[in-house]
């Protein structure tokens, strides 16, 4: 059973960092491309930051450029997401996700909908 876990979330003050963690697990996702998306109380989806299977392109939103920064281990089959300089509207339920295998090592999807793979989420709070 494929199973994707996040940890990392929870209460911050405004200026703060978190780094979130996704540990994959179930089938080999060191050749999929993975990503972070996040959705806040009453909104859709957004994208946030992708990284292809390589760890060689990685794209991300306009407003967490600079902010936050997603990296990878494949021999441990995690991929991360460093957050600095957080802000009240960051607060939302983050969510890691994986694609399918065999797309080239510079496959890094900014669309949900060529993921298929998901975590469960994990809340993440900043307090102004």
């Known amino acids: 059973q494929v199973q994707l876990v996040e940890s990392g979330g929870g209460l911050v003050q405004a200026g703060g960092s978190l780094r979130l963690s996704c540990a994959a697990s179930g089938r080999a996702f060191s050749t999929s491309a993975m990503g972070w998306f996040r959705q806040a109380s009453g909104k859709e989806r957004e994208f946030l930051a992708a990284?292809?299977?390589?760890?060689?392109?990685?794209k991300y939103e306009d407003s967490v450029k600079g902010r936050f920064t997603i990296s990878r281990d494949n021999a441990k089959i995690s991929v991360y997401l460093q957050m600095n300089s957080l802000k009240p509207e960051d607060t939302a339920v983050y969510y890691c996700?994986?694609?399918?295998?065999?797309?080239?090592?510079?496959?890094?999807?900014?669309?949900?909908?060529?993921?298929?793979?998901w975590g469960q989420g994990t809340q993440v709070t900043v307090s102004s």
């Open positions: 996700a994986a694609t399918r295998t065999g797309y080239t090592p510079f496959y890094s999807p900014v669309n949900s909908l060529e993921y298929d793979y």
């Open positions: 990284i292809s299977w390589s760890g060689g392109i990685t």
